[in-house]
């Protein structure tokens, strides 16, 4: 059982940025496009349960439709019914 905390810590790590990048779309968008940057950390989190934990759909925010990778596996997108999102990494 303990084995599982990390996983679900880091699954709910994940959620809480997804809704962040979906809350701040809006404040960058030009028309449908947005582009959100993460800190390599935080987009690595967002990756992890979208590519390799196999999170269940129904604990995403319920907002995505839609989600992938591009630009060969550096950007995440999202699909929402009202923006086309891509979450890039943020260089320092």
């Known amino acids: 059982m303990d084995s599982d905390i990390p996983a679900n810590k880091h699954l709910n790590q994940a959620v809480n940025h997804l809704n962040r990048v979906l809350d701040y779309a809006p404040m960058v968008a030009d028309g449908r496009e947005a582009t959100v940057h ?9 990756a992890d349960a979208l590519f390799k934990m196999n999170a269940p759909d129904d604990m995403l925010p319920d907002a995505i439709e839609e989600y992938g990778l591009t630009n060969e596996n550096n950007t995440i997108t999202l699909t929402t019914d009202n923006f086309d999102i891509e979450i890039e990494i943020v260089h320092t």
């Open 38 to 46: 993460l800190t390599p950390e935080d987009w690595h989190v967002v």
